[in-house]
């Protein structure tokens, strides 16, 4: 069993040099640390991500580690997980059609002890990925000037984590994650007018740091089938200890450091969950994110002086509703059509930057999937999970997305610490 529990440790660190960076074609990943990812499990995503009251011995719940300590005593969870997707970006009469896929997440679970369940793995922060170009005329047909914006990158973590049951109705856990990636941003201007020069800036960062996060499930049983959990999840915010670099390339080759410039932000978790014998889930999650303290390195010009420096004002708090339920007929069936999942989700989050002093623009998601068994001589437990997800994300006079994506997660269970008996 320990010799299986290391394949499995090393198999998800071995995604490590595979991990995707882009997973994401937005212009809107240019701001902050990129657009911020759905860091929840192919079970999960069906509901639009919620999970932060979520208990179940059969999955591996990275929202909330304090559901570890759920975990099946018998069983070894490993869950796999990529997407798919197409987006249509919109800005008044033109528009343009991306697709794009990637891996998401590889995680693991299993019971240490008593009380004690254990995971491990590697998820998305955020991700970096957009090219695009504006060309402008100026005035007296003095030509037009193009400016192109291009982007790469992105941040993960590969974490551990452990969740102890306390008490009957309570346990709290933690994740400690390594945290590291990469931003390349860069806006190039040109102009067909041979008098103005062409101008290029660059900013970089390399991350290498931590993530710690803290958990805490309250389960309340109401009924002989029915409980009702609270779950909540607190992030420490930080600064990342990483410099930030900005080269401007003109006539001549300027270049700037900001030392320690990056930070993450504190991050507040509430969810209220309601498990129906093991037939029904119904949850609400709510996330904040403490962006508004936090500053961050932009080029500005001040006494016909150019200069790199940390701005406050640029982001903002972010806020995140989710709610969703899984409803599976009859688990136990003989029949396959009763064992499959049915799941429903729908969310809205606000931005956490601002865009030339206004709001960025705001999502509103909706999702639908299947939990699907799958079944041997060996194994009736582990499950295929797939569904679809609607984002629609827009601002006032900004680009507007409408992005449909396709979740495919495998959660492998497997019987990996039973004693089999020989009559």
């Known amino acids: 069993m320990n010799n299986r529990i290391i394949i499995a440790v090393l198999a998800t660190m071995a995604s490590l040099s595979g991990y995707a960076q882009g997973g994401s074609k937005s212009p809107y990943?240019?701001?902050?640390?990129?657009?911020?990812?759905?860091?929840?499990?192919?079970?999960?995503?069906?509901?639009?991500?919620?999970?932060?009251?979520?208990?179940?011995?059969?999955?591996?719940?990275?929202?909330?580690?304090?559901?570890?300590?759920?975990?099946?005593?018998?069983?070894?969870?490993?869950?796999?997980?990529?997407?798919?997707?197409?987006?249509?970006?919109?800005?008044?009469n033109t528009s343009l059609n991306v697709k794009n896929a990637n891996f998401e997440y590889a995680v693991g679970s299993f019971r240490l002890f008593k009380n004690v369940g254990a995971s491990f793995g590697v998820l998305p922060y955020s991700n970096i990925g957009y090219d695009y170009s504006s060309t402008t005329k100026l005035e007296n047909n003095f030509g037009?000037?193009?400016?192109?914006?291009?982007?790469?990158?992105?941040?993960?973590?590969?974490?551990?984590?452990?969740?102890?049951?306390?008490?009957?109705?309570?346990?709290?856990?933690?994740?400690?994650?390594?945290?590291?990636?990469?931003?390349?941003?860069?806006?190039?201007?040109?102009?067909?007018?041979?008098?103005?020069?062409?101008?290029?800036?660059?900013?970089s960062a390399n991350v290498n740091s931590y993530l710690l996060t803290?958990?805490?499930?309250?389960?309340?049983?109401?009924?002989?089938?029915?409980?009702?959990?609270?779950?909540?999840?607190?992030?420490v915010g930080h600064k990342l200890g990483a410099d930030a670099s900005c080269q401007i390339i003109n006539v001549d080759t300027t270049s700037f450091v900001v030392s320690n410039a990056l930070e993450v932000p504190m991050t507040y978790g509430l969810g209220l969950g309601w498990n129906h014998g093991s037939n029904l889930f119904v949850g609400a999650d709510v996330m904040f994110q403490k962006?508004?303290?936090?500053?961050?390195?932009?080029?500005?010009?001040?006494?016909?002086?150019?200069?790199?420096?940390?701005?406050?004002?640029?982001?903002?708090?972010?806020?995140?509703?989710?709610?969703?339920?899984?409803?599976?007929?009859?688990?136990?069936?003989?029949?396959?059509?009763?064992?499959?999942?049915?799941?429903?989700?729908?969310?809205?989050?606000?931005?956490?930057?601002?865009?030339?002093?206004?709001?960025?623009?705001?999502?509103?998601?909706?999702?639908?999937?299947?939990?699907?068994?799958?079944?041997?001589?060996?194994?009736?437990?582990?499950?295929?999970?797939?569904?679809?997800?609607?984002?629609?994300t827009s601002a006032t006079d900004l680009i507007t997305e409408n992005t449909f994506r396709i979740n495919v997660g495998l959660t492998f269970n497997e019987r990996w610490f039973a004693k089999w008996k020989v009559d």
Request: net charge positive.
């Open 29 to 92: 990943s240019q701001y902050g640390l990129g657009t911020i990812a759905d860091q929840s499990q192919g079970f999960s995503r069906g509901m639009n991500g919620v999970g932060l009251a979520l208990r179940k011995g059969n999955v591996v719940n990275t929202l909330n580690p304090a559901s570890y300590s759920s975990i099946d005593s018998l069983t070894m969870v490993f869950d796999v997980g990529m997407s798919g997707q197409s987006t249509n970006f919109k800005e008044n």
């Open 144 to 203: 037009t000037v193009t400016e192109t914006y291009s982007g790469s990158g992105g941040m993960h973590q590969a974490f551990i984590g452990a969740g102890w049951r306390v008490m009957e109705p309570l346990s709290v856990g933690v994740n400690v994650s390594y945290f590291w990636g990469t931003y390349n941003r860069s806006v190039a201007t040109s102009s067909s007018n041979s008098n103005i020069n062409t101008i290029t800036k660059s900013y």
């Open 214 to 235: 803290f958990g805490a499930q309250w389960q309340q049983r109401l009924s002989h089938r029915d409980a009702l959990t609270i779950g909540a999840t607190v992030g």
């Open 291 to 392: 962006w508004g303290g936090i500053d961050f390195p932009e080029v500005s010009t001040k006494d016909n002086q150019t200069i790199y420096a940390m701005r406050s004002g640029l982001l903002k708090d972010r806020y995140q509703v989710n709610v969703g339920a899984d409803y599976v007929p009859n688990p136990i069936s003989q029949h396959f059509i009763n064992r499959i999942h049915y799941r429903l989700g729908a969310g809205y989050a606000t931005p956490y930057y601002n865009i030339n002093g206004k709001n960025g623009p705001k999502e509103l998601s909706v999702s639908a999937g299947f939990g699907i068994p799958l079944q041997n001589r060996w194994n009736n437990r582990s499950i295929l999970n797939v569904s679809a997800q609607w984002v629609h």
